[in-house]
């Protein structure tokens, strides 16, 4: 599939929105440490609290979002991590078992981001919508500021 309208921008955001919401806000940084500043994954697995599996297996996901465009994969993480981080907010809570604060259901933690996939898709997609166009907005003003 072609990057038409920015179709790789929204899914890789959606995704990240996605894990913001189900509350793996520490998962999207180690990603982001990982992916953008090339830290040691050992390192981070320490810090964070997650399994260098895990932070593999989240970044090669990025990627497939981005059409396996590994450098597009990069930069979006890089341009919209602090973004989503700061401007969506968590509404799954709980590390043994989660909570979603939306329906006030307990579920599963291995199943808290297909719940929120699930149930809440809408919610996500205009997050990530939000997100993509403060992306275009930052691209615009910076044009703007090569041009003068
Ligand atoms: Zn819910």
Redesign the pocket.
Known sequence: MDNIDGHFEFEVIRYLVLKKMAGDELLLRATYDYMVHDLNIRDLADLYGYSRTVIRATKQRIIEKSGGDRRLAKEIVARTTREIIRHVPRYGVGRLYGL?T??R?YIDNDHIVD??DK??SDLINAYARMILEMLRRNDKNAKVVRQT
Do not use: A, I
């Open positions: 979603c939306l329906c259901m719940h929120f149930y809440h």
